[in-house]
């Protein structure tokens, strides 16, 4: 049977072993020219299909890469060209294409589990090892993804001869990992449970290698088992009954008098009857979200609402850590969604401030969402709270500069928080609380950059005067130099002179701080003006504004 299928399966069927099969030499002859000739023809044809088909995608990936020339930011282009070169077999090109994406937009899981597949089956010998574990930190800290911490734990207990041999160091580095997976992941409702499981695994593992004679060590990694069987007996989980019984069978293998064929809890200690029990009140509270949150048929909308329903659920309990995991399956889920970001960070705003935590979940929300001034905003301030380097804080600063929003609002917030934040450390400087190399001049550049930039868009509205408002206010409080705050208000008003409140505001700071004179001379130099909207474009009514402005400058010096 096997001889027929590889004869059947021959592109090249055995000749007969008659040598004039159809008694005619000339014909046979003739047969045998006609039957190589049409083999060639039929190779010559794959040889220029193979040939189109390399021209056609060598162009097509030249067309892709000259559009990310064109635009880096284009996420789909650099999608499309990966899975391009991907096909091609260009794992130079293809691995350039990667740290290209990665370094502007972070990558799904399965894009992190695509790259680290080609890497591992390319590697050889230690050296790849470090590279591909940094591959893995890097996207296991995209997204919460508990296939690829899988692809992670495997990968080092494969590939890691100190974790494959179970050395001491082997061991524990293998725990430290387990134990990073186990924050990322444990309390996964859904998934979590492979992780709990893989950790066992490992764990009876190394209980398997002890000798029988070293009862000590037996005895202890017993323990070690136990306690992580109890540990995921207290999490709700989607399998938690089932963990329950092979709980309860590997107690029975250690001699314990237990019934493993039920899953009630007679038999074990009171501590993990009562634990268990709680978990399982909890999943079964948290079951009817689940099956909402699983419906992958669901509009987007839809499905969108149910994580936030459960969001509101779990907020309403209390548990940061169970909070948290929930919003990263959210945001796995939907990772383009700026609602979902923006409640995620106020939330973590509101639970741990200062955190380094909360400072890398903004540097992943900019990433995500780069075209969210509010979220660079918040993240200014973040740093800021933690106390973040100039370096850090400036690096954070032009990178959102670069974005683009959906208004020029959006930019001016952005200006506004930097200037906020370098006042605030400007002034703890001068308080003596602080010591740095902090100049105000920074202050300065990044106000006149702020005006070169805003004001071909906003220069005759309110948030444009507010701006040099509280530029000409800077200059003469914590810059100390009236001349400069004079000279931001000239400024001003040679882009936007024709804006009553720009006249206002000159005179306002003028008489504000008992300069009559000068505030004299600007009411002179505005006499003869027209502002529209003011009563001022006759004659009459600009000599009646002007006076009612005259008068409330003499009299209050405010406006």
Known sequence: MAETETLESSP????????NPTGNEDQDMLDADKSAKDSDSDSQSDSDSDSEDDAHQNTQIQA????????????DTH???????????DIQKL?????????????SSEMWQEWTKDEISLSSGLDALPTIEKLFDCGVSDYLSVALWCDYLSFVQEHDQSVRTLSAAGISKARNLFERALVATGLHVAEGSRIWELYREFEQAIFLTIDETDADSREQEVQRIRNLFHRQLSVPLADLCSTLLT?????????ANIDVDSSNLDGLSPQVASSYQKSLDMMNARTHLENQISHKVAPESERLQHF????????????????????ERAIAEFPISSELWLDYTHY??????????????????SRNCPWVGELWVRYLLSLERGRASEDELSAVFEKSLQCTFSSFEEYLDIFLTRVDGLRRRLSLLTSGAESSNLDYIIIRETFQRASDYLSPHLKNTESFLRMYRYWARLESTLGKDLVAARGVWERLLKISGSVLEVWQGYIAMESEMGNINEARSLFKRCYSKRFPGTGSENHSGHMQFMDSLRERVWRTGQF
Not at 81 to 88: N, T
Not at 95 to 107: D, K, T, V
Not at 247 to 255: I, P, R
């Open 12 to 19: 090249h069927p055995p000749q007969l072993s008659d040598d």
């Open 64 to 75: 892709l890469k000259t559009e990310l020339l064109n635009n880096p930011s284009n996420y």
């Open 79 to 89: 999608v499309q060209y990966i899975k391009a070169l991907r096909k091609q077999g």
């Open 95 to 107: 691995r350039q294409a990667r740290e290209a994406m990665s370094a502007i937009f972070p990558l």
């Open 247 to 255: 709980y309860k069978a590997w107690e029975a293998e250690q001699g």
């Open 308 to 327: 936030m329903d459960y969001l509101k659920f779990e907020q309403s309990l209390g548990d940061p850590a169970r909070i948290q995991i929930l919003y």
């Open 348 to 365: 973590m705003d509101k639970t741990l401030k200062t955190s380094s935590l909360v400072r890398d979940i903004y540097k992943r929300a």
